[in-house]
């Protein structure tokens, strides 16, 4: 018998949610064959089996979430085995860890009335990154669990007559596990939880867990900022005062008018009897929630600049069918405008960074992050890592690698993770203008838009214009204006329109 856990799936990642098995318990499995698909807050995954054997027990099924480490399933020498489960999607939840969400472990797979299943407020991700390419060449829960009832009285004690007392409280939540916190005051809170109490300062004792056990789950905290209990938790409290003893009636009295409440405006959409429920993937909840969480710590600001691509399109043009034919992938807009990001980095270092406590830290290396769009079910973000020591035809070969492998989830976690600075390109979709919402922990992202022919003026010899048409598109750089003005941010997107327009290009391709 050989246990399958949970792997490590990149340094920063403690968790996983399991979205399909493709093995059914008493099925044969072979040592490196995929056996299910993992999603993270990184990657998704394929996982191969470690040993050969039979699949005798699932212990988490898919849709549910486990730390790294966690059994997953149970590998035996013969079919079958006590306890095995019939299929992959009615796995024991037994077999989750304690951390889960009971909302990510527990809930039904299909939310109810318009709820998302992930108990986030429905927010979808405004503007967020698109799929990767360039130009005109596309290519590259419902419900908690139930508290247990009050202990019933002993039936071997005797009634004895006692005088009135005033009732006790109710019981509490039974407590969460004492055994490591990671900042939850001796909580124990899975990441999520934890992460989304650190944003918003918050106190998680003073948090009413409706998960086992009384587990503070996402959906408590998300509720409680909500309802604007930021700041330590201090409008959340739901500890209700002791009842007090009962006392003699008091004389009737006219009742006191009461302030009218005020209530707060709905979040999550009810589905009629027309509309069509679809549930958030786990990919889907995890970009929304990154994206919710960027707007909330970031001060966006966009700036605009347009670029004449007639300097790129001379050489382009007259390669790109040499270049496919070398390298085996097309020559689109995408890597020029990458190179021209990482030498304009050089001399506006700024725009590499990360914010810290009252600080900047500025990265002195550069991990281009590319936004792939995985058809249209969600986004990930692989890096091309060093790109500041990379020439052209190496960075279109990396790209055109890491999008085909994000898109067939080939992806290793590592190649996600420390990125710097991002691109992402609606290009291909012909958009004007983009507003991306930046990948934290960074700075800035460049958004790269449609790039069309239209005519522009071109200074002649006599001081007059003429009027040529080139290929033409946008630059859209969303800041972080905690870490620099928009005179910076401006001056480095005219230094990446001036390389695009003006460098020779020949001797990168």
């Known amino acids: 018998m050989a246990d399958i856990t949970m792997p490590q799936l990149g340094e920063t990642v403690t968790e996983g949610t399991i979205t399909k098995w493709l093995k059914k318990v008493g099925d044969h499995i072979d040592e ?9 807050d990184k990657v998704d995954s394929e996982v191969p089996s470690p040993v050969s054997g039979y699949l005798t027990e699932i212990k988490v099924g898919e849709g549910e979430t486990a730390e790294v480490g966690a059994v997953l399933a149970v590998v035996g020498d013969a079919p079958g085995a006590a306890g095995s489960t019939d299929s992959a999607g009615s796995a024991s939840a037994a077999g989750s860890t304690d951390s889960t969400d009971s909302t990510d472990a527990a809930a039904p797979e299909v939310a109810s009335s318009g709820e998302t299943g992930s108990g986030s407020p429905g927010a979808a991700p405004a503007a967020s990154p698109s799929r ?63 992460r989304l109490v650190a944003e918003h300062n918050l106190d998680p004792s003073r948090i009413t867990g409706t998960g086992a056990g009384g587990r503070i789950t996402r959906a408590d905290v998300l509720a409680v900022i909500d309802r604007g209990g930021a700041g330590g938790g201090t409008a959340t409290t739901t500890t209700a005062p002791a009842p007090a003893a009962p006392s003699a009636p008091a004389a009737p009295s006219a009742p006191a008018p009461s302030a009218p409440s005020v209530q707060p405006m709905p979040i999550a959409a009810s589905a009629g009897e027309r509309d069509e429920v679809v549930p958030f993937s786990n990919i889907r909840k995890r970009t929304a929630e990154h994206m919710v969480r960027s707007l909330d710590t970031s001060a966006h600001t966009l700036v605009v600049i347009e670029v004449d691509y007639q300097n790129v399109d001379k050489v382009r043009e007259r390669v790109k069918d040499q270049f496919r034919a070398q390298e085996g992938v097309g020559l689109n807009y995408l890597p020029f405008i990458a190179r021209a990001v990482v030498d304009a980095i050089r001399e506006f270092p700024h725009v590499n960074g990360t914010v810290g406590n009252d600080e900047l830290i500025v990265h002195h290396y550069v991990n281009l992050g590319i936004a792939v769009d995985m058809n249209f079910q969600g986004l990930i973000v692989p890096v091309v890592k060093d790109a500041d020591g990379k020439r052209l035809r190496v960075i279109a070969r990396e790209v055109a690698d890491l999008a085909n492998r994000a898109k067939s989830k080939k992806l290793g976690a590592d190649e996600i993770a420390g990125g710097t600075f991002t691109i992402t390109n609606a290009g291909p979709f012909g958009t004007l203008i983009t507003a991306p919402v930046i990948n934290q922990p960074q700075v800035a992202i460049l958004a790269t838009d449609g790039i069309k022919p239209r005519p522009v003026a071109l200074p002649m010899s006599d001081g007059s214009y003429g009027i040529a048409v080139h290929p033409v598109g946008n630059l859209c750089l969303s800041f972080d204006h905690r870490a620099y003005d928009g005179a910076y941010a401006s001056a480095f997107l005219a230094k990446v329109k001036e390389i695009l327009e003006t460098r020779d290009w020949s001797s990168e391709v």
């Open 132 to 194: 990767p390419g360039g130009g005109g060449d596309p290519e590259p829960t419902a419900g908690s669990d139930v508290p247990s009832a009050a202990p019933a009285p002993d039936a071997t004690s005797t009634p004895t007559a006692a005088p009135p007392s005033a009732p006790s409280p109710a019981p509490a939540p039974a407590a969460a596990s004492t055994n490591g916190d990671g900042g939850g005051g001796g909580l124990l809170l899975s990441p999520v939880v934890r």
């Open 32 to 40: 490196d064959e995929v056996i299910y698909e993992v999603s993270t």
